[in-house]
């Protein structure tokens, strides 16, 4: 694998974690299998996103012809993919908070499919929410407005499932000009310049009827070229570091960027740990739902948990099987899962660890579930109106930008 810079070292490694934790296979097998049979609402509950929209109303308000455009969107899209694609920042590779993106826009109307996502001190469960803007407000949410740098409506291969298949093009470098004039042509002009976003503070001027590219003057009213057809694609700098497989990739990302690719058959975990125990190699293990040691007698143990009471010193095997539901090594793991909303795969983890029989002390694992409730509650008060003032400054630190 060829060397990499900190920075790039360090973007990869955030990517690598969230193409880990993100969108688990599970949610992208279960969106999959409801899209495909026309369940596009089914899809949606799969992949965690809130349908904010009611296509009666949207007839009654808009025309029928305009809630049969958004059924058709809605009937193609791939919720999973979406999230797949959906801005993220730093340091954990968390959904960019309180983002409204347009997904489509539809002519002739002010009307935006948007997707937007929650401020963070309610981002617990990394929810998704769909709705249909049209200049209105949108009740609590921060930032209404589809934000014009995180745009999808010009690339609906990002989320739409008809067009996913663009990806490996539409990812090609030098991508400035093709992408600019796609902008330009929904902005309803034929030529002209458009900013690029290269930093916080630093934009270039591409003009294409001159053909040239200046350092933006301060102040200018450019369409901006978004993100997406500025920036390096993840998967693709992944596979080309080295880092990931086709297979960890989502399927239609995959199929897109590595032509012919076949999925390889799913690997199962040995449900047995081996524990150095006084010199020789022992076994733990799942019995009747619970973690226990392979290679004592039950005597035995009811001894050593005598002895240990005393002593203060238990037996390695009792040891290694306490410090697994207190603070098990796959700690950081089942946080992930948690952080990125995934409850029943950080669930799933924490039986395959311990057994579905076992119950949690006090410690780190029963600390971090703990947190995770009472973030999911605070998500429920903001998507009900109810969220107190002020919360998210007791909730939530700051988090970097990463796109």
């Known amino acids: 694998m060829r060397s990499l810079t900190v920075n790039e070292d360090s973007r990869l490694s955030l990517w690598l974690r969230v193409r880990e934790f993100a ?3 599970t949610m992208i097998e279960s969106a999959t299998a409801r899209r495909t049979v026309g369940d596009w609402a089914g899809a949606c509950a799969a992949a965690r996103v809130d349908i904010d929209l009611d296509l009666h109303t949207t007839a009654r308000t808009h025309g029928r012809e305009l809630a049969n455009r958004v059924r058709d969107d809605l009937r193609h899209l791939a919720p999973d993919l979406l999230r797949w694609h959906m801005p993220r920042i730093a340091p954990d590779g968390l959904l960019r908070p309180g983002l409204t993106v347009s ?3 539809y002519r002739d109307t002010a009307v935006h499919l948007v997707a937007r996502t929650p401020p963070a001190w309610a981002g617990a469960g990394q929810r998704i929410s769909l709705a249909l803007w049209d200049g209105s407000g949108a009740g609590q949410h921060p930032h209404p407005h589809p934000h014009r740098r995180f745009r999808l409506d010009l690339h609906r291969h990002l989320w739409d499932a ?3 298949a663009e990806l490996r093009v539409r990812s090609e470098p030098d991508r400035w000009v093709p992408e600019a004039r796609i902008l330009l042509h929904a902005e309803g002009r034929a030529e002209g310049a458009v900013a690029v976003r290269l930093g916080r503070r630093r934009r270039l001027l591409l003009d294409l009827t001159a ?8 102040g ?12 390096v694609l993840p998967d693709l700098a992944l596979l080309r570091a080295g880092l990931i497989e086709a297979d960890r990739l989502h399927p239609l990302v995959a199929a897109a960027l590595v032509p012919g690719h076949s999925p390889a058959p799913a690997r199962r975990s040995c449900g047995e740990r081996l524990v150095e125990c006084r010199g020789v190699q022992h076994r733990i293990g799942l019995v ?3 973690l226990v040691p392979l290679d004592h007698d039950p005597a035995e143990i009811h001894c050593e948990k005598l002895l240990s009471a005393l002593t203060g010193t238990p037996l390695p095997c009792l040891r290694v099987i306490e410090q697994a539901h207190r603070d098990p090594v796959g700690l950081l793991d089942i946080r992930a899962r948690l952080d990125h909303g995934d409850v029943s795969g950080a669930l799933a983890a924490i039986e395959d660890l311990l057994g579905p029989g076992a119950s949690l002390p006090e410690g780190a694992l029963r600390d971090e579930l703990e947190r995770a409730a009472r973030r999911r509650v605070l998500h429920g008060l903001f998507r009900s109106g109810l969220a107190e003032v002020g919360q998210e400054d007791r909730e939530v630190p700051r988090q970097r930008s990463r796109r």
């Not at 901006?224 to 920036?231: E, G, N, S, V």
């Open 23 to 25: 969108v688990p296979p």
């Open 103 to 105: 997904l489509a826009r």
């Open 162 to 164: 008809r067009r996913a």
């Open 211 to 218: 053909g040239w590219v200046t350092a933006a003057p301060a």
């Open 220 to 231: 200018g009213d450019w369409p901006l070229l978004p993100d997406a057809a500025t920036w």
């Open 288 to 290: 009747d739902g619970v």
